[in-house]
């Protein structure tokens, strides 16, 4: 769009910190492909600690090569290490929820993380619960029950982890962007990556044996580190321009994708369902940003 002069209007915060989602969305697809490439050769909390060193390795060096490294604050501690033990918790319950229940009913019961975010706002973000936020969510949750169709299927240990790590996800993007707002995006990618890695090796060496990657799986463990960093830089930039309630619900066009993925790549199942529901997220959002917009 452009304005009466030839000039292109600003983007609103609210269509930024969407487009910023979208590539929080690519990425972190990108990461639960690799993470399927090498789920056979290293248990999630390996995942988690290779993940993790990687991101350091990024984070320190760009800090280091552009003169960063003063911006690192350590104000916020106590908060980063809940935010972090709550993502690192849902992470792994997910991990762990994937290998022991229905796909449909786990990522049914992860996309409850947006509803959770929406509740949990006005506890601790003091964002208020509009009806159009209320809506979208609730109709792009809609729009995952159209596609999972999960409860066909018994409850599970698996399950029960499922909904542990929606709430922990929801979590971890209701601190996130407590963090945004007094952090630059610098230091909490930092302390992410710092708390993880030790959290990661902690949990991996509990059982005295920590399987080193190979050469095979190694891209793949370095892609699933820059993949995960670049979707949690993606994540805080969104929350620092848009409130939680808002950004977390257009994470649902997620389902949708991985599922075109799954049958291009992986002759997974694709059917009416998915586009159905696919449509649901969509217009949700769209609606919903487009309210937001015009509010902001």
Do not use: C, K, M, Q
């Given at each position: 769009m452009t304005s009466t002069t030839g000039r292109p209007l600003p983007m609103s915060d609210t269509a930024t910190a969407a487009l910023w989602m979208i590539g929080a969305i690519a990425s972190f697809t990108t990461m639960a492909v690799a993470g399927r490439a090498v789920s056979l050769d290293h248990d999630t909390f390996e995942l988690m600690f290779y993940r993790s060193l990687v991101g350091i390795v990024v984070v320190v060096g760009f800090a280091t090569l552009t003169e960063r490294l003063g911006l690192i604050g350590r104000r916020r501690l106590g908060l980063h290490l809940v935010r972090n033990v709550s993502h690192f918790t849902g992470q792994n319950?997910?991990?762990?929820?994937?290998?022991a229940a229905p796909l449909a009913q786990v990522f049914a019961l992860e996309f409850t993380a947006p509803l959770w975010a929406l509740v949990l706002a006005p506890l601790f973000l003091n964002e208020a619960i509009t009806r159009s936020r209320a809506l979208a969510a609730l109709v792009g949750f809609?729009?995952?029950l159209v596609v999972t169709q999960p409860f066909s299927e018994p409850?599970?240990?698996g399950v029960i982890a499922a909904a542990g790590a929606a709430i922990g996800f929801a979590g971890s993007a209701i601190f996130t962007r407590r963090l945004t707002r007094t952090e630059n995006v610098?230091?909490?990618l930092f302390w992410l990556t710092v708390m993880q890695a030790v959290f990661g090796l902690v949990t991996a060496a509990w059982d005295g044996d920590i399987a080193l990657?190979?050469?095979?799986?190694?891209p793949w463990l370095v892609l699933i580190g820059l993949a995960g960093l670049l979707a949690h830089l993606c994540l805080t930039s969104a929350l620092r321009l848009a409130p939680a309630a808002v950004v977390m619900p257009v994470d649902f066009v997620r389902l949708?994708?991985?599922a075109v993925i799954g049958w291009l790549f992986y002759a997974e199942g694709f059917d009416a369902a998915v586009l159905l529901g696919g449509g649901l997220i969509v217009a949700a959002n769209w609606v919903n940003l487009r309210i937001e917009a015009r509010r902001r």
């Open positions: 319950l997910w991990f762990f929820a994937i290998t809609v729009g995952i409850l599970t240990p610098l230091t909490i990657p190979t050469a095979a799986a190694l949708p994708l991985i």
